[in-house]
């Protein structure tokens, strides 16, 4: 970990002046932080706001699980039960997924990563994350006032002609929400393509950069079309007009083709940054540069537009036609394969490296072979005659899950946990931090494994109830999910220490290469003293 | 500052000129050929305001690349859900119950007579428990 | 945007005024892209309607006031024009000119939107207004001619969007007018009046395709 011989993107001495303030004693005020401009510090408003509804989603998970601890368990009624796991699904995609790399690690660290002093429109951010509390609080509205039951997913003619749910209120919520997400990426794709340090070509820029970019241009050409479905479904429940409506001349078949045309890519939004997280801290801890650093760029490039062409795996058996379900799982199996090389790669990253596991590559290889699973289950979902038998199924649930949870989630917690002495200027504790990448790793697995066997078996997704025979299963689910829950209850406890009683962090713990590590830790307010000239790629570790 | 006016009133001209062709042509009866002509209008009047108006002409690649991009993406969603509205027929309802469900601002169609909704059980919602393929993964 | 007009300094995150207009320009076009995405739906409603329904879209669309679209189009196309002037002006650094051509695109909005208004005003009195009450009069009840009902939600749906677009511009218009009187380097420079021109001329362009969408179909029939 601390090999002499590696080099920064940068050369020159950017320590700044003694003195100097870092942003994060630029104010102590609340109005300090709540009108800020810096997006460290929005970064910072962020991470503190999804915490929150990720726990809060997280409770409605654990009230699932508890309730699919039995067969026929009564811990919630059925209707309740719709309404939990479509708070769970809303809560976790659009308040806590979608946001959580870009909007917190993102935030925090591309500008400084391209050396630049802030985003290109500092107060369009601020503005993101205003709109960002504005949605949760809408959605949270909706939840208190008595929840919605139509899923996350919202289809069509039961969200607009039958659910007697809050369905209207929780659609409004996630359409600000949605805007927060498209000036965020409004604002990535400006600052990376107007505002590199002098040196800083594309192909020096690192992984992290990339992926955030690509996933900043699938916010921005995507949600909208999210944005103006919800809209529709909206006039549609409130008018009965028959946009939708097969009665009426409608087609309830259109709103699936328009929300999953967002909600495809809206995967990748929620799995990009992850990649790119992984691709940080995979080259730091083996010593390496990344294997096959263009092909990596490409993959990503790759993933974000083939990303755009695949919606229609989510609708084998909505009625769609076979010619229409042909077409896409032909191009769901394309999609495959940039992800595939970005796994190779990683894997050819290690070999011959120079190893070490602290916390953040435990999560970052538990990133690796979880999504690795997660998207070997997705080509058997790709393909059409499995899908008839899977479809609907807890094999879906398990497949996603490894891939947001299993993948996002922990790439999320690599990266929080390696970027932590940067933006705090404390360290955390180490073995604190590898236990709890273990029993998360092992929570996870004992909670999502058995779904894949549930749900080949056929236990259907979104029931409330099960035949007896699939309850150890389910049980070993639900064990998974208590032990889950401690697992992400430990960083909270952890890092929360830290912050007060942790050692000082030194500008670079992990003798990392980015230009984020060429200053203090935590940084400025403008984050340079002088501006960085760049003068070599990035992973610049020597084997 | 004439000579960069001088283009901006032209294009205007043109623009309006176009206009008149769109509205007139729209008159002619030439059955398919009026679709296309009132499109291929609208593109054209688009691209002036585009490459004049917006500038395009004279950006950088970098502004053509966004601008084409959102098109690029449109017209993406609309061929590949041509791929299925080509391929099958309209969607046969599985059940006709026009004005079955009363809007929840306004009142029904006029000419339907209201159909009174099934009350809902204690403690269920009003749909019969979700069938398999109406909802997706 | 930054008011640094007269010393070009730029803003404290850019490192050159160039630089700054550089995202400045860039940062509306990706805006607009995402806008484009954002009517993406309802075209592809339109579009899958149209083919489904040919006979009630041609049967709609004649209840729709060609003389008012086209004037409509005419007024936006002329409100375009203005916008281009007063970029131009801004630039040249001639403040009053470009606050007065400012004004006079807003006018010209204005009077779309009052145009629009009253269109809106006879449909609603002609029974066009979907929901409770469709009784299109030239065919009766909707049920004849299937469709017609579902055009009429995308035509107030399309319009309506745009309409609340192009209010958005009037308003930054007229204010970016009267911040214009001050002298500089207070108030806006040319590049904040070339990004408001961007999203006007695109607002301009979105109207340009609604009006054979939307008002053209069906027409020569007689």
Avoid at chain 1, 371 to 383: K, N
Wanted: aromatic content about 14%; some cysteine; proline content about 7%.
């Amino acid at each position: 970990m601390n090999s002499p011989q590696m080099r920064p993107q940068c050369d020159l001495d950017l320590q700044p002046v003694q003195g100097d303030a870092s942003y994060l004693s630029e104010g102590y005020t609340l109005r300090s932080w709540l009108t800020t401009h810096d997006h460290k510090r929005i970064a910072v408003l962020y991470a503190v706001s999804i915490t929150l509804f990720f726990f809060l989603g997280g409770v409605a998970a654990a009230v699932i699980r508890l309730q699919l601890a039995t067969p026929n368990g009564t811990l919630v009624t059925p209707d309740s039960y719709n309404k939990l796991f479509t708070a769970h699904g809303i809560i976790m995609v659009w308040l806590f997924l979608i946001p959580s790399i870009p909007s917190v690690l993102g935030n925090f660290l591309v500008p400084m990563m391209i050396g630049a002093r802030d985003l290109a429109f500092p107060r369009l951010n601020l503005a993101s994350w205003y709109l960002y509390i504005t949605g949760g609080i809408i959605v949270l509205w909706a939840l208190l006032a008595g929840g919605v039951d139509t899923g996350w997913t919202f289809y069509t003619p039961f969200s607009t002609m039958f659910s007697n749910s809050h369905v209207v209120l929780a659609l409004a919520g996630v359409l600000v929400t949605g805007f927060s997400s498209i000036l965020t990426g409004l604002n990535f794709i400006v600052t990376v393509h107007t505002m590199r340090a002098p040196g800083m070509g594309w192909f020096r820029l690192p992984l992290f950069v990339w992926a955030n970019y690509a996933t900043s241009l699938i916010l921005v050409l995507a949600t909208p079309v999210l944005a103006m479905t919800l809209v529709l479904v909206a006039i549609e429940r409130l008018f009965q007009v028959g946009i939708f409506d097969p009665a009426l001349g409608g087609d309830p078949l259109l709103f699936q083709h328009l929300f999953w045309f967002y909600s495809h890519p809206a995967v990748y939004i929620m799995v990009l940054p992850a990649m790119g997280v992984a691709s940080e801290i995979i080259p730091c801890f083996s010593r390496r540069p990344v294997f096959g650093y263009r092909f990596m760029a490409y993959a990503i490039l790759a993933i974000a537009v083939i990303g755009f062409l695949v919606w229609g795996h989510h609708m084998f058996v909505s009625g769609q036609s076979v010619y229409a379900g042909t077409v896409f799982s032909l191009l769901s199996f394309m999609v495959a394969v940039p992800s595939a090389i970005k796994v190779f790669n990683w894997t050819a990253t290690l070999y011959r490296g120079w190893i070490t596991f602290p916390a953040p590559m435990l999560y970052a290889l538990g990133f690796v072979g979880l999504f690795t699973i997660g998207g070997l289950t997705g080509l058997f979902l790709a393909t059409l005659a499995l899908d008839v038998h899977l479809s609907d199924t807890y094999f879906v649930v398990a497949h996603f899950h490894y891939i947001m949870v299993g993948g996002s989630v922990m790439a999320y917690l690599g990266g929080i946990h390696f970027w932590w002495p940067k933006v705090t200027g404390r360290l955390y504790s180490e073995a604190w931090g590898r236990v709890a990448a273990l029993v998360i790793f092992a929570g996870f697995n004992l909670t999502f494994f058995p779904q894949y066997l549930l749900g080949y078996a056929g236990m259907p997704r979104r029931y409330h109830s099960y035949p007896p025979e699939f309850q150890l299963l389910h049980l070993l689910s639900s064990a998974g999910a208590v032990t889950l829950a401690v697992g992400y209850l430990m960083p909270l406890g952890y890092l929360a220490w830290s912050l007060r009683y942790g050692r000082v962090a030194p500008p670079n713990p992990w003798q990392a290469t980015g230009l984020e590590w060429q200053t203090t830790s935590p940084p400025p307010t403008h984050n340079f003293s002088q501006p960085p000239v760049v003068v070599r790629g990035p992973y610049a570790y020597s084997p | 500052m004439e000579r960069t006016v001088r283009p901006l009133i032209l294009t205007w001209l043109a623009l309006l000129l176009l206009l008149a062709a769109s509205a007139g042509t729209a008159r002619l009866p030439l059955g398919w050929l009026n679709n296309v002509i009132s499109l291929a209008i609208a593109i054209v009047k688009t691209l002036l305001v585009a490459l004049v108006f917006m500038r395009l002409r004279r950006s950088p690649w970098l502004l053509r690349l966004a601008a084409m991009a959102g098109i690029f993406m449109l017209a993406l969603l609309f061929a590949l859900s041509a791929t299925d509205y080509a391929t099958r027929g309209p969607a046969q309802a599985p059940w006709q119950r026009p004005g079955a469900v009363a809007p929840r601002l306004g009142s029904s169609s006029v000419d339907t007579p209201p159909v009174e909704p099934v009350p809902p059980r204690p403690g269920d919602s009003t749909a019969d428990a979700p069938s398999a393929g109406l909802h997706g993964g | 945007m930054n008011t640094n007009d007269a010393t070009q300094t730029p803003a404290v995150q850019f490192t050159s005024r160039a630089q700054q207009e550089e995202a400045a320009a860039f940062g509306m076009w990706v805006f607009i892209a995402s806008e484009l995405l954002f009517f993406g739906p309802l075209l592809a409603g339109y579009l899958y309607l149209r083919l489904h329904f040919p006979q009630g879209w041609t049967a709609a669309s004649r209840h729709t006031d060609f003389l008012l679209g086209t004037v409509n189009t005419a007024v936006l196309l002329t409100s375009s024009l203005l916008m281009a002037l007063a970029g131009h002006a801004a630039e040249a650094g001639q403040r009053r000119r470009a606050a007065s051509l400012l004004a006079a695109a807003a006018a010209l909005g204005l009077a779309f939107l009052a145009i629009k208004g009253y269109e809106y005003h006879a449909e609603f009195a002609e029974r066009l207004f979907p929901g409770a009450g469709f009784f299109p009069s030239l065919a009766g009840k909707p049920q004849n001619v299937p469709g017609m009902e579902l055009f009429f939600i995308l035509y107030f749906a399309l319009t309506g969007l745009h309409a609340l677009h192009l209010s958005v511009g009037v308003i930054v218009s007229l204010g970016m007018a009267a911040g214009l009187r001050r002298p500089a380097p207070a108030g806006p420079n040319g590049t904040a009046v070339e990004v408001l021109g961007l999203y006007w001329h695109f607002v301009d362009a979105v109207w340009i395709f609604l009006y054979p969408l939307l008002y053209l179909v069906g027409r020569a029939g007689g």
